[in-house]
């Protein structure tokens, strides 16, 4: 499995983006779909998720501002990203799983999002 994110940038404070990520290959039966996010000296966290039926999980300081959702081919994952906070400031990475329990993912190659001023 592949998986091609895009979307990120530059953006001000208060702002929006939409980071899209698209998997390629063998997708039958993906699910889980989300991002995590990483700033610079600290560990990878995850900011969304969705599974194949819909549920949605949010690390709290995304939660009222950040929207993760799914194509209905349930091979794309998005996340509506308002109201962005310079602490947002990251790299984003799209993954995959086949199964919630699984230790392993498939991962997007990453995508800056940087809010600023």
């Known amino acids: 499995v592949q998986l091609q994110a895009s979307g990120g940038g530059l953006v001000q404070p208060g702002g929006s983006l939409r980071l899209s990520c698209t998997a390629s290959?063998?997708?039958?039966?993906?699910?889980?779909m989300g991002w995590y996010r990483q700033s610079p000296g600290q560990q990878r966290e995850l900011v969304a998720a969705?599974?194949?039926?819909?549920?949605?999980n949010y690390e709290d300081s995304v939660k009222g501002r950040f929207t993760v959702s799914r194509d209905n081919a349930k091979t794309s994952v998005y996340l509506h990203m308002k109201s962005l906070k310079p602490e947002d400031t990251a790299v984003y990475y799209c993954?995959?799983?086949?199964?919630?329990?699984?230790?392993?993912?498939?991962w997007g190659q990453g995508t800056q999002v940087t809010v600023s001023s």
């Open positions: 290959g063998s997708v039958s039966s993906l699910n889980v």
């Open positions: 993954y995959a799983k086949r199964r919630p329990w699984d230790t392993s993912a498939f």
């Open positions: 969705i599974t194949s039926n819909g549920s949605t």
